[in-house]
C-alpha cells in the first residue's frame, strides 16, 4: 500500500489509483546519490515559517532530496493550490485526488512567507488543477501580483502546470510579468503515454513557445529526468525541440522512484554523462544548462537566474 507520508493528516492513501499495482523493482542507488539528512536550525526556522503561514512546499510533497540543502539557506519552492493533483504521474509523488477549493488568502500568505525568509528569488509552482476553468491560472497571477506589492525587490518564477485544454490560462500568468517562466516536459516524447499520460509533449513544447510570443524577454525554461528508460539520441531530439521553442535554460536530473508503486528506475547515468548532455546543450545554444544526479528545477534557482541574465547580457555585447 501506499501511505501518506505526512502524519497526522489522516488521509488514508496518497496515491489511489497506484495502490493495486504491482511492486516496480527498487534499485541500488549509485555511490554518487548522496545527500545530507535535514535537520539544522536553520532548516527548522525554515520549516517554521512554511508551518505558520499554512503553506505546501514541493520540497516536501515531492520528496526533493535537496530540501536539507535548500531549506538551511531558507530557499524553499512554494506550491500553491492545494497538496492534490488531479494528474496522476507514474514518477511524481505528489498526492492524487479531487482537490478543495482554492484559497483566496493564499496569495497574501505566500507573499508574507517571502518577505519573513528574505528570499530574493522565489519559485512557485503548483498541482495539475484540471477541475479549474482556467486551470489556475489566474491563481499564479494574483500570487505574483502579492509577492510583487511585499517584496518588489524579489524576483519571481514560475514552474507551472501545462493548462491542456484551458484557453487564456497561459496568457494570464504571463500578463503578471514574471522573471522566469518554467515548464517542465520530464522525459522525453515516447514516454509520455507511461510517464505522463494526462500530458501531451508537443502541447508542453508549444506552450514554452507561447510564452516567448507573448513576451520575448521573459525567460523560459525547462527540466528533464533521465533513467526512466529513454534513449540518447530522444533526448538529443527533446534539446532540439526545446530550441526551436527558444528555451533559454535546460535542467537534466535523476530520476528517484518515490515508492515501489511508483514508474522503476531504469538506470542511474553517471556524472561523467551527465556534463556530456550538458556540454552538448549549451552547443545547441542553451543561454544556460544545469545536469547533474541532483539537479532539480528549482534547486540553485536564484543563482542560475543571476548566471541567466549575465550569459544574455554577454550574448548580446557587439
Not at 505522463?196 to 507573448?214: D, N, T
Amino acid at each position: 500500500m501506499v501511505l501518506d507520508v505526512h502524519a497526522n493528516e489522516g488521509r488514508g492513501l496518497r496515491h489511489p489509483e497506484k495502490a493495486h499495482r504491482p511492486d516496480q523493482p527498487g534499485a541500488q542507488k549509485p555511490d554518487w546519490i548522496r545527500v545530507r539528512a535535514p535537520g539544522s536550525a536553520q532548516w527548522a526556522a525554515t520549516r517554521k515559517i512554511v508551518r505558520d503561514h499554512k503553506l505546501v512546499t514541493v520540497c516536501e510533497e515531492a520528496g526533493c532530496p535537496n530540501i536539507g540543502e535548500c531549506w538551511e539557506k531558507k530557499h524553499a519552492t512554494f506550491m500553491i493550490m492545494g497538496d492534490t493533483c488531479t494528474r496522476a504521474c507514474s514518477f511524481c509523488n505528489v498526492r492524487t485526488g479531487v482537490p478543495g477549493a482554492l484559497d483566496p488568502h493564499e496569495p497574501a500568505h505566500i507573499a508574507e512567507a517571502v518577505a519573513e525568509l528574505g528570499l530574493a528569488h522565489v519559485v512557485i509552482t503548483s498541482v495539475d488543477r484540471d477541475d479549474l476553468e482556467d486551470g489556475g491560472g489566474g491563481h499564479f497571477a494574483r500570487v505574483i501580483a502579492a509577492v510583487r506589492t511585499q517584496s518588489p525587490q524579489t524576483t519571481i518564477e514560475v514552474l507551472t502546470p501545462d493548462f491542456l485544454r484551458k484557453a487564456g490560462a497561459l496568457e494570464k500568468v504571463v500578463a503578471a510579468k514574471p522573471d522566469v517562466f518554467n515548464h517542465n516536459l520530464e522525459t522525453v516524447a515516447s514516454h509520455y503515454p507511461s510517464v505522463r499520460p494526462g500530458a501531451r509533449y508537443f502541447h508542453s513544447m508549444r506552450l514554452l513557445q507561447r510564452v516567448k510570443e507573448l513576451d520575448p524577454s521573459m525567460f523560459t525554461k525547462s527540466g528533464i529526468m533521465l533513467g526512466l528508460g529513454e534513449a540518447h539520441h530522444e533526448v538529443l531530439q527533446l534539446m532540439d525541440d526545446l530550441r526551436s521553442a527558444d528555451v533559454d535554460f535546460l535542467t537534466i536530473g535523476q530520476y528517484l522512484q518515490p515508492t515501489k508503486k511508483h514508474h522503476p528506475v531504469v538506470s542511474f547515468p553517471s556524472p561523467a554523462d551527465f556534463k556530456a548532455l550538458e556540454t552538448i546543450a549549451l552547443a545547441k545554444g542553451f543561454l544556460l544548462v544545469s545536469a547533474s544526479p541532483l539537479t532539480r528545477s528549482s534547486y540553485h534557482a536564484a543563482e542560475d537566474f543571476a548566471k541567466l541574465k549575465a550569459n544574455r547580457a554577454a550574448q548580446r555585447l557587439p
